[in-house]
């Protein structure tokens, strides 16, 4: 059976994600990387495997998938290793909350109103939003008042064990703490701050920082 592939850049926060359910189940895997700075992700190759042009795109022994959170639950249920999902049909819902979350209000407000604008784009040449990094601001605290509510439940997001939540959150969290509206944003998510304690130290996690250059 062939090892299997993530096609996208290790800079993104949803190939980190899909790497790190990869890394904890201790499964093998290829990571081919995509130039999505220089739009490889809308080649007529990378469209064969995701149509909507976005990363990540995923490929196992010829079955092709895409979505973070669908190819997380594929790792989790397709391999053998620790479970990734908690077992608990409460803790398993609360999961599958955090991991709307991410999708529909803490991606777009964390990463592209206020990380992309405020580190990828002076990096690329350009000057940040600030009308647009101002107003993702409430919603991104909306964000993490919810998930720090949530950290103070237990070890992890959902649960005692590292589940495909705390995957999700993770990298979008790690690049927040790197720009200036994080001092506001996390100033009084202390719980928040005692499940990154827990999470940075991780084998998977050292594995999968990226590299910004």
């Given at each position: 059976?062939?090892?299997p592939?993530?096609?996208g850049p290790?800079?993104?926060t949803?190939?980190?994600?899909v790497?790190?359910?990869?890394?904890e189940?201790?499964?093998?895997?290829?990571?081919k990387?995509i130039?999505?700075?220089?739009?490889?992700?809308?080649?007529?190759?990378?469209?064969a495997l995701?149509?909507?042009?976005?990363?990540?795109?995923?490929?196992?022994?010829?079955?092709?998938?895409f979505?973070?959170?669908?190819?997380?639950?594929?790792v989790?249920?397709?391999f053998?290793?620790?479970a990734?999902?908690?077992a608990?049909?409460r803790?398993r819902?609360?999961?599958a909350?955090?991991?709307?979350?991410?999708?529909?209000?803490?991606?777009?407000?964390?990463?592209t109103?206020i990380?992309?604008?405020?580190?990828?784009?002076p990096?690329?040449?350009g000057?940040?939003?600030?009308?647009?990094?101002?107003g993702?601001l409430?919603?991104?605290?909306?964000?993490?008042?919810?998930?720090?509510?949530?950290?103070?439940?237990?070890?992890?997001?959902a649960?005692?064990?590292?589940?495909?939540?705390?995957?999700?959150?993770?990298?979008?969290?790690?690049?927040?703490?790197?720009v200036p509206?994080?001092?506001?944003?996390?100033?009084s998510?202390g719980n928040?701050?005692?499940?990154?304690?827990?999470?940075?130290?991780?084998?998977?996690?050292?594995?999968t920082v990226?590299n910004l250059?």
């Open positions: 059976m062939a090892d592939i993530v096609y290790a800079v993104s949803n190939v980190r994600s790497r790190l359910a990869l890394e189940k201790g499964v093998p895997y290829d990571l990387e130039d999505i700075f220089q739009g490889a992700q809308r080649e007529p190759g990378f469209l995701n149509p909507f042009g976005k990363v990540p795109a995923f490929e196992h022994d010829g079955f092709v998938l979505e973070t959170a669908a190819i997380c639950r594929y989790d249920e397709a053998e290793g620790p990734l999902q908690p608990d049909v803790i819902a609360r999961m909350q955090i991991n709307g979350i991410v999708t529909s209000y803490a991606y777009p407000s964390i990463i109103s990380v992309i604008q405020r580190a990828v784009v990096m690329l040449g000057t940040p939003d600030e009308e647009m990094i101002r993702a409430d919603q991104a605290g909306t964000c993490i008042a919810t998930l720090d509510g949530f950290a103070g439940e237990s070890a992890y997001l649960g005692e064990s590292i589940s495909l939540a705390d995957m999700l959150v993770a990298p979008v969290y790690h690049y927040l703490r790197g509206e994080a001092e506001t944003l996390l100033a998510a928040l701050d005692g499940w990154w304690s827990r999470m940075e130290g991780r084998e998977s996690m050292v594995k990226p250059g």
